[in-house]
Each structure stands twice: as structure tokens, then as C-alpha cells.
């Protein structure tokens, strides 16, 4: 058995992929906003054209 470690990546490479999840999960979640938005103005559009 050798004295070798496996290197272990550093708390800010590990923080960094965490924070690029939470970057996708942002930008999905803010697309989504988007489209709601898009949503409820077109239908606000259409009641008060009523």
C-alpha cells in the first residue's frame, strides 16, 4: 500500500460547482418568472379589453 492521498478538491472548487447548480437553478427559475409574467399580462390585456 502506497503513502499516496487521493486529492481532495478544495472548499472553494466544491463551493464554486455549488454555485453554478444554483446559478442553472436561478436562470430556470427566472424563466419561468418570465413566461408567467408574459402570461398574466396577456390575460390582464385581455380582460380589460373586455
Known sequence: ???EEQPVP???STGQVAA???LEELEAEIGRAEELHG???RRLDAA???
Open 1 to 3: 500500500m502506497s503513502g
Open 10 to 12: 478544495s472548499e472553494a
Open 20 to 22: 453554478e447548480l444554483d
Open 39 to 41: 402570461e398574466l399580462s
Open 48 to 50: 380589460g379589453r373586455d
